[in-house]
């Protein structure tokens, strides 16, 4: 099976020209009304029902996944459904703000927590949400300093500016998730009122044909322009003195190579902080996002379960995400840690193996390897890397993201007391581990129940862009109306996971991080539990049996919403 091809590489005249046509256009996008640039906005929905078929194949293909696979699910889910999605929540702010109705929106959403910190309840946000995503909540913490009252102020402050000039953005794509890039051109069209160039990964550069008609009205009108190579062309858009604004999706290494440069004389400029080029970058980068197992008293199902999140955790997209989680983070004195360890073994082995696709996969594997020479090697394939690490300090897993099927295991004491336990997780984690993009928390109902307040205080000391409660954080972006990126605070000498957020479609200024909240057991067995929800097994799980069926009939509703298709879609997620 061959490969899809990717576009030639770009010339630089055909870069030139490409950004002489932005910069031509970047006032008149910028000032458009928006009920223009709904209009343009909606033309997308239709094109993405045309393409998405073409659109998962295309990446089944590239990352070897079989045609029948339950795991193509992926590609309907964090392709075509994740852009459908985002675009539907959009088009309800842009109408909010366009009717000044955005504090009557938010009205019984915002809550202000003791410390008089500001949380906004974003999910569920509707009916459909109720029905397709029952069990699941998503808040956005507001940065300290935003009152309650102010949050409806913060929200698309760029369409209170008189007659902005406009600018042009560099978009630089990431090649593992497939909507990255369309997401990222849509912030900046939408949230900072910037035309934009993306320039494809060329992981996947197969996809900017699609893409390019996708985005059709807005090349035709002149706000979108696409260019393809690697390196070579970065380096060359980078330098460019036609770009305003870049925004990235990739490695520390990569963002500090953009704004410091290479080598001895690059290293020397991000030691004096002493950037080769002047425009601001936002940057989504990553990191090692721990999972932290609360001790408590599990039933066999539930050890059962939970172990099939967290390999799913892992094993999403063969482990190439950004926000995978890599460490997982257990209890030594909890009596079902062996228990909970062993059938977390049986799903690593058992599910079906993937090529490692990424390239430097191997490499970068063969480096954990030979860092944790006594790590398990589990599947037919051999490539899923399970070792058992020290909490110290300056492990190489706690330092450096693997970007792979590789997870590290170690333990906190304690145990008889949960919340001290996770009192000391959430401390570990700020201080020991690089990045701060996303962090998960598995926890009993029970047990979070009996914490009290004290486990939203552990939330809130946690400093990552966005927390999964008993759902992975990298369901979270999916989550339109949360704000993806790392915990606010990093600057570009020490950019760890970036600087920013996307997604973000309520267009929050000033956003902290998102907590995303999901079932501890998939319904009916929930019921047991005292949570009241008719939550299926997630779709990001890799165990479930009808995960590419439901994602392509959830796709068809984001594109067309229609009561009629609900019925479908329950039958097919209840099967999973």
Known sequence: MQPPQSPPDSTPAEIDAALADLQAH?????????????????????RIADVAGRWVTAASRAKGLAVGSPLRAE??????????????ALVETLRHIEAGTVAEALRGRVRQRLDGQAVVRVLPDGLYDRVLLNGVEADVWMQPGVAAAEVPETVGRFYREEDPEGAVALVLGAGNIAAIPALDVLYKLFAEGQVALLKMNPVNGYLQPLF??????????????????GADVGAYLTGHDAVDAIHMTGSAATHDAIVYGTGAEGAGRKARDEPRIEVPVSSELGGVSPCLVVPGDWSEPDLVFQA????????????????????LVLADGWRQRGAFLGELRRVLASVEDRPAYYPGAQERLDAFAEAYPTAERLGDDSQRLLATVSSEAGEPAFEEEVFGPALAVTDLPGGDDPADWLDRAVDWGNETLAGTLGATILIHPRTRKAMGARFDDAVARLRYGTIGVNVWSGAGFFVAQGAWGAFPGHTRDDVQSGIGVVHNSWLFERPQKTVLSGPFAPFPRSLLLGETHTAPTPLYFVTNETAETTARRVTEFATAPSPAK???????????
Do not use: M
């Open 566 to 576: 609900l019925p479908a879609i329950v039958a097919s997620a209840l099967r999973g």
């Open 308 to 327: 099939e999140n967290v390999a799913s955790q892992k094993l999403h997209n063969s482990g190439f995400n950004c926000i995978a989680s890599q460490v």
């Open 212 to 229: 390019e008609t996708v985005f059709g009205a807005f090349v035709e009108a002149g706000y979108l322009r696409f260019v393809a190579g």
């Open 75 to 88: 590609e309907w889910t964090s392709g075509p459904w994740a852009v459908a999605n985002y675009v539907g």
């Open 26 to 46: 970047a006032t008149e996008w910028a000032r458009l009304p928006i009920p223009a640039k709904v209009d343009l906005l909606e033309t997308i929905l239709p």
